[in-house]
């Protein structure tokens, strides 16, 4: 596990982008999804989104991270169980890996982001008859065993945000007009939110300038409008608005 990332190289991205998009009628609402095709106005709000419905196939419980970070802040992990000594080994991993004292809150976020992205892959037996096991919902399948479902994602990045002491919360919502359930991350910055979705980035643009390789992100410190023209979908009143201008995308 590494936090370099030996990721094809796409030279144009942009022009790849638009060409993916173009499949798609305009492609209005495609960053690496299709578009949001048929939607009629009963299923939008005022303000444009698309109403939020909980599709109810996955158990969307946020897993408790608060043992895990209480060893981590006074170094004794003997009250832990199992599982969850192996998640606070493996996360004590990454930021050794990871992070230096010296960087500020954004750089230790896109350091950590960068990690699990890079490092994480999807359970696909989410798509199978048995479905993924419960520990593909929490920090344990992406940080012990290398792959998770997007909650398993998020609460992953959750405790590394809050062991870094970075703001942080996870939505619980959905996507592809509320036919399955989502989950993705908000973080807070010198006061203001920004979201972010480590599943829908583990299919990484490496453009290539200069002679130099660069990453690509398309949901790493984004706005609540921007989540929400690519199909993801949340009860809109219940989190934080984010509407700062994107925040040191790379």
């Known amino acids: 596990q590494t936090c370099a990332l030996p990721i094809l190289i796409c030279e144009d991205p942009d022009a790849a982008q638009t060409a ?106 989410h798509y199978e008859k048995k479905g993924a096991p419960r520990t593909s919902y929490e920090p344990y399948g992406p940080l012990v065993k290398g792959k998770g479902v997007c909650l398993g994602y998020a609460t992953a990045f959750q405790l590394l945000m809050d062991m870094a002491d970075i703001e942080c919360i996870t939505v619980t919502g959905a996507a592809f007009m509320s036919r399955e359930n989502h989950a993705w991350n908000m973080v807070r910055l010198n006061g203001e939110w920004y979201c972010v979705d480590p599943t829908w980035d583990m299919d990484l643009w490496i453009s290539a300038q200069d002679g130099e390789a660069s990453v690509q992100y398309r949901y790493f410190n984004v706005t609540s409008q921007y989540m929400a023209d690519t199909d993801h979908q949340w009860d809109y009143d219940s989190v934080p608005e984010a509407t700062a201008e994107d925040h040191g995308r790379t």
Do not use: H
Request: net charge negative; proline share 4%.
């Open 20 to 125: 993916f998009e173009s499949c798609f009628d305009d492609g209005a609402n495609a960053v690496g999804i299709p578009a949001i095709l048929g939607t009629d106005e009963e299923g939008l709000r005022p303000d444009g989104r698309l109403i939020y419905k909980d599709p109810g196939k996955d158990d969307m419980t946020l897993f408790d991270n608060s043992a895990i970070l209480a060893a981590w802040k006074n170094g004794d992990s003997s009250s832990l169980s199992r599982e969850d000594k192996q998640v606070l080994d493996a996360a004590e991993r990454v930021f050794e890996e990871c992070v230096t004292p010296e960087m500020s809150d954004y750089d230790k976020e896109l350091a950590l982001y960068t990690w699990l992205t890079g490092n994480v892959s999807y359970d696909q037996a």
